[in-house]
C-alpha cells in the first residue's frame, strides 16, 4: 500500500515537471520586445532635402511632420539615412522619419529603420502628396499601387510589397499640360496657404489616431475629410 502511493505521488510530479519542462521559457527582455513591437510605428513623411524644397507640394511628407513636431515640442535628430524625431503617446511610440536619400530613393530609409526598430509592416504610415485629389483632400489606404509616384515606387520596390499604410494628401491638378513638374516642385499658393494650417492639423490627428484607434477607425473617421 505504501509503495503504491510512494509510485502514485512520483508519477504525479513527474508530470508536473514534464509540463513544467515543455512550456516555453519567455525571458523578461523578450516581452519587452514583444510589447515595444506591437506599440511602435514608423511614420514616414515623403519629400525632397534642401532649403528650395520645403515649401512646395511635393513636400508635404515633411511638412505634417514638421507641424505635429512644433505642436509636441519635438526636436529632429539627423540620423542615418534621414532626420527622425520620438513622439510617446497614449502609450505608443512614433517615430517620425523624413528620409534624406531624395523622393527616388525613399525605401531605402524606410527598410533602414523598419529592420533597425523591429516595426511590422502593419505598423508603417507613409505620407505623400496626391495629384489626383483636390487640395488637401485625406486618403487613407492599407495597401495599392504608387499611382505614378516616385517614392511609393521605391518604397514598393525596396520592400518588395504594396502592403503597407499610405496617407495620401491631395495637392489637386491644377496646371498646364506639359507643366506637372514645376507645379508639383512648386509653392502653394495663398488660398493653399490659408488653408493649409487647418489641414495640417487634420493630419496630426490621423498619425495619432493611427497608433490608438487602428486602421479601419482612422479611414471611417477622416478619408474623405
Do not use: C
Not at 491631395?170 to 507643366?179: A, E, P, T, V, Y
Amino acid at each position: 500500500m505504501i509503495k503504491w502511493i510512494n509510485n502514485l505521488f512520483s508519477s504525479t510530479q513527474k508530470e508536473e515537471n514534464t509540463k513544467d519542462y515543455m512550456k516555453p521559457e519567455v525571458h523578461e527582455h523578450q516581452k519587452n520586445n514583444i510589447k515595444s513591437v506591437s506599440k511602435k510605428y514608423l511614420i514616414v513623411g515623403l519629400g525632397n532635402i534642401g532649403a528650395e524644397y520645403v515649401n512646395t507640394r511635393h513636400n508635404i511628407g515633411f511638412k505634417v511632420l514638421d507641424f505635429l513636431a512644433r505642436k509636441e515640442s519635438l526636436s529632429f535628430e539627423t540620423v542615418k539615412l534621414g532626420a527622425l524625431a520620438e513622439y510617446k503617446f497614449k502609450g505608443r511610440t512614433f517615430l517620425l522619419l523624413k528620409p534624406n536619400t531624395y523622393m527616388n530613393l525613399s525605401g531605402k530609409a524606410v527598410k533602414y529603420w523598419m529592420d533597425k526598430e523591429n516595426i511590422p509592416l502593419e505598423n508603417i504610415l507613409v505620407i505623400t502628396d496626391d495629384l489626383n485629389l483636390s487640395f488637401g483632400t485625406i486618403r487613407i489606404k492599407p495597401k495599392g499601387s504608387d499611382g505614378g509616384h516616385n517614392g511609393l515606387k521605391n518604397i514598393n520596390l525596396v520592400l518588395n510589397t504594396q502592403q503597407y499604410t499610405r496617407f495620401r494628401f491631395g495637392i489637386s491638378d491644377q496646371f498646364k499640360k506639359g507643366q506637372q513638374v514645376d507645379y508639383v516642385l512648386g509653392d502653394w499658393d495663398e488660398e493653399e496657404k490659408a488653408k493649409l494650417p487647418e489641414r495640417l492639423e487634420a493630419a496630426s490627428e490621423i498619425i495619432k489616431s493611427f497608433g490608438t484607434a487602428g486602421l479601419e477607425n482612422t479611414m471611417t473617421t477622416f478619408n474623405g475629410k
